[in-house]
């Protein structure tokens, strides 16, 4: 079964500063990976998404994608206390469009 | 505009009682939707997807059903409720390629 694997599990950075997050596929079938930010009581809200190699910005987001590793990150520079949330990775595979497979998430913390 | 309405907010529910948990899609005709769970902290697990009225495939079993009585309703149940039952549900949809999540249902099994 396809998994998404996120590191670190716990990030912080300094108010202003930039936050670098991780997320690899197991599987190399894949369609797109997705960043989803979650604050604390509330439903995830999507980022961005992303399938051609190569890097997307998004503001202060700028994802990263390498296929031929499998391997996306998320990079958020002046960082504020309001971007403190738990960040996902999710992967939709080939072989079924219908399923979205998350990571376990990161926990970023900006401190003020 | 398109938006995604659940229910209830919240619930503390007794072990062995049976749970209703609703999801309502506002301005689209026909959408995908989905039920994911949540523990506290964790990460997002499916549970089930429909694509259409009537129509709904189980991801993973966790003693839950799902149904989906008119387009634009999904309903999640199960008749007993067990501890491990508690967390956050949230009810998904598909705009173009990407999935947009309700506020989510917390729900508390003691």
């Known amino acids: 079964q396809q998994k998404v694997q996120q590191s670190p599990e716990s990030l912080s950075v300094p108010e202003g500063g930039m936050a670098s997050l991780n997320c690899t596929s197991s599987d190399r079938n894949f369609q797109y990976f997705w960043w989803y930010r979650q604050h604390s009581g509330e439903g995830p809200k999507a980022l961005m998404?992303?399938?051609?190699?190569g890097d997307k910005k998004e503001g202060r987001f700028t994802a990263h994608l390498n296929k031929a590793s499998l391997h996306v990150s998320l990079h958020i520079r002046d960082s504020q206390p309001s971007d403190s949330a738990l960040y996902f990775c999710?992967?939709?595979?080939?072989?079924?469009?219908?399923?979205?497979?998350f990571g376990k998430g990161t926990h970023l913390h900006v401190l003020p | 505009a398109q938006t995604i309405h659940q229910w209830p907010v919240a619930e503390i529910k007794a072990v062995g009682s049976p749970l209703s948990l609703g999801c309502t899609i506002k301005?689209?005709?026909?959408?995908?939707l989905y039920w994911y769970w949540q523990a506290t902290g964790g990460t997002l697990q499916q549970l089930f997807y429909s694509i259409t009225v009537g129509q709904v495939e189980s991801v993973v079993q966790l003693n839950l059903s799902a149904s989906r009585p008119k387009d634009d309703q999904f309903i999640l149940s199960t008749e007993k409720l067990l501890l491990s039952h508690s967390g956050f549900y949230l009810c998904?949809?598909?705009?173009?390629?990407?999935?947009?999540f309700g506020e989510g249902s917390r729900l508390i099994v003691v």
């Open positions: 301005g689209k005709s026909s959408p995908n």
């Open positions: 999710a992967v939709r595979p080939d072989t079924n469009a219908y399923k979205v497979i």
């Open positions: 998404s992303i399938f051609s190699d």
């Open positions: 998904a949809w598909v705009v173009g390629n990407t999935l947009y």
